[in-house]
């Protein structure tokens, strides 16, 4: 659907028949906007078993109704004022992009070589900090704030990508506030028994329909002619699956071999740090304790941290690797005017983005 779009692919999107990419559209942002609401969902429970309901519940209230404007406001013009294939373009390489991180997380986890996610874990980290000393009367607002705004700033971000670029925007964000409400409700029976969500079987599932999409609909934007239309998205999930249970097959830790007995006898080191009554390791006598930036500062520096995570984080090789794959896409179907071949090339060259970076990554933790 390269430039002029078939009235018959609108038919099958607007139609949410089961072939079609509605279908997958509302499981995608429902899964993802579940993922981060259960991420969320875990700051809140600490906030309120420590620091009181009441400054949690006024933290949630101020994101969800910021998260709500964003919407309001770059909604719209998204989808009315930028042109379709600049959109598609755009939008697909950023969720490719997005995408991989899950993909890449996902198989490292299915195959051991990352430890899975641990909501309880977290939960009892943030219930650990939030209980310290030094803890003012506005902290509890200040974290439910900034973790349902930063994880909320995912789903928006979800939203408006996959909505926009499908022109189903109202279908997106119907399907992320089911998924809100949902994980609120199932936040309110089971409190803290957030171990029990199969996350991490949710962010493979969710990764593998962010790449399908991104894949297609960046495709679109460099010229590709995807054979079957719409219907090329469900391919591409299977097509992905594929990867995936062979990637985890492929990288499967090893059994671990027995750890040798290491006596815990103090070394010269430690007994040296030990004797120098420092009171903490590392301490300099007479050191100046650096300037807490201004809160303007804070937010500034926040948000292009979140940015950075975001687009680039750990994993800048598959940020450059998208961008190269979506270059020769183009180049191929433009100069070469392969439009067709290239819906056989471009995930191609996005699985081979996905095993470079999994090579890295087991490298670095072998």
């Known amino acids: 659907m390269p430039g002029n779009v078939s009235a018959m692919g609108h038919l099958l999107v607007a139609a949410s028949v089961p072939h079609g990419g509605t279908v997958v559209l509302v499981a995608a942002v429902f899964l993802a906007s579940a993922v981060e609401m259960v991420e969320a969902l875990t700051i809140v429970l ?58 890449r997380k996902a198989i490292l986890r299915a195959s051991g070589r990352k430890a899975k996610h641990d909501e309880d874990a977290i939960f009892a980290e943030q219930v650990e900090e939030l209980s310290g000393p030094g ?10 704030f900034k973790g349902v705004f930063l994880e909320g700033l995912e789903v928006v971000i979800i939203v408006l990508t996959l909505g926009s670029t499908s022109r189903n925007l109202g279908v997106a964000a119907l399907a992320a506030a089911a998924a ?34 991104g894949t297609f609909w960046s495709g679109e934007g460099v010229g590709v002619h995807w054979p079957g239309s719409d219907a090329a998205i469900v391919v591409l999930v299977a097509f992905y699956g594929a990867v995936a249970a062979i990637a985890v097959r492929v990288i499967a830790r090893p059994a671990p071999a027995p750890v040798p007995l290491v006596s815990t006898a103090a070394t010269p080191l430690a007994v040296e740090v030990a004797g120098s009554g420092s009171g903490h390791l590392g301490a300099v006598p007479g050191a100046v304790t650096p300037k807490t930036p201004a809160w303007p500062e804070r937010i500034v520096v926040g948000f292009g941290h979140f940015w ?15 961008l190269l794959a979506l270059g020769i896409t183009f180049l191929l179907a433009h ?5 067709t071949a290239t819906a056989f090339v471009l995930p191609v060259l996005v699985v081979v983005v996905l095993a470079v970076s999994l090579r890295w990554s087991v490298k670095r933790r072998t």
């Open 335 to 339: 100069p070469a005017g392969l439009h």
């Open 135 to 144: 803890m003012s009367a506005t902290t509890g607002f200040v974290v439910a």
């Open 308 to 322: 950075w995570e975001f687009l680039v984080g750990e994993t800048y090789e598959l940020f450059v690797g998208v």
């Open 180 to 213: 809100v409400l949902l994980v609120a409700v199932v936040g309110l029976i089971v409190a803290r028994q957030l171990s029990s969500v199969p996350e991490n079987a949710m962010k493979m599932a969710v990764s593998l329909m962010l790449v399908s999409f």
């Open 46 to 103: 600490a906030v309120g078993v420590t620091q009181g309901w009441k400054q949690a519940m006024r933290g949630v209230g101020v994101a969800l109704a910021a998260l709500a404007v964003l919407v309001v406001v770059i909604g719209p013009p998204l989808v009315h004022y930028v042109p379709l294939p600049v959109l598609r373009l755009v939008v697909g390489g950023l969720l490719v992009n997005f995408g991989l991180q899950w993909f």
